[in-house]
């Protein structure tokens, strides 16, 4: 949404005041199979651990046959201008924090890992304390918790394969609930639910894989803009929502830049 907190809630503050909506662009949230999930949860309140892990991939392969064009020649004066325009807001977000911790919440935090963040907010509500941060270009690992709940968070950059896999589990004493996520540069690729169960004191156990729907998670977000704006609705992934996100990585940050944070 932005790269600091102070220009998100300017944004918010500019919609209100313009009596308009404004909607963060999150697709995860509008997924056939991330509903169904969502529907899923709320019949299970004895969730003891939550797991997310992210294997990034190169892009290329995924894109290759879109026949993307870039853009070039653009003037050196004007790329130097955004780029100090971007450390600007990065100063005002993080202040003096150490440069890994400025590059891994540019690129990865705000670049990536805000859509993770925001789908686990979408299940789990607002967090009640980042327990544990470890950053670096390469990887991230995160452990929240959510109401009691532990999270741990893994993203992981894998250029070498496009093996693209992103895995969001919930485990609870008699049920396990895995949302696997597809490459989202694959388009009308279904994301996949599985469901498992068991039998209290035997070994019988079962595995359920859903396909739920193969519509587009992109296309669903796209008309909930549409609905949004012609039924003067806030939106789901409202720019209030949006800046919780940005406020959740800048105190990632701090955690990591803090003693606690840091691995010993």
Not at 84 to 107: K, N, T, Y
Request: net charge negative.
């Amino acid at each position: 949404m932005s790269l600091c907190s102070v220009e998100g809630a300017a944004m918010v503050h500019a919609a209100r005041a313009a009596g308009t909506h404004l909607m963060v662009g999150h697709m995860k949230r509008y997924d056939p199979a991330y509903v169904r999930l969502k529907q899923e949860l709320e019949s299970h309140d004895d969730i003891r651990l939550v797991r997310v892990t992210t294997l990034e991939s190169a892009i290329g392969p995924y894109v290759a046959h879109l026949g993307v064009r870039r853009a070039n020649g653009v003037p050196p004066d004007v790329l130097a201008r955004l780029r100090a325009s971007d450390e600007e807001r990065i100063d005002q977000a993080l202040g003096d924090a150490s440069a890994v911790a400025r590059h891994v919440f540019r690129w990865v935090l705000l670049d990536s890992l805000v859509h993770e963040l925001n789908a686990l907010r979408g299940l789990l509500g607002e967090p009640d304390s980042i327990d544990f941060a470890d950053l670096s270009p390469n990887n991230v690992t995160l452990v929240l918790k959510f109401s009691g709940i532990r999270c741990v968070l893994a993203w992981v950059d894998l250029p070498g394969i496009a093996r693209y896999q992103q895995e969001f589990a919930f485990y609870s004493p008699e049920r396990r609930l895995t949302l696997t996520f597809p490459s989202p540069f694959l388009r009308n690729m279904p994301t996949e639910l599985t469901l498992e169960g068991g039998e209290l004191d035997t070994a019988r156990s079962w595995r359920t894989v859903e396909t739920v729907s193969y519509e587009e998670a992109f296309k669903r977000e796209l008309i909930e803009f549409h609905v949004n704006l012609t039924h003067d609705r806030e939106p789901l992934t409202s720019g209030a929502d949006g800046l919780r996100d940005v406020m959740l990585c800048e105190a990632i940050v701090r955690t990591f830049e803090s003693h606690e944070g840091k691995a010993e």
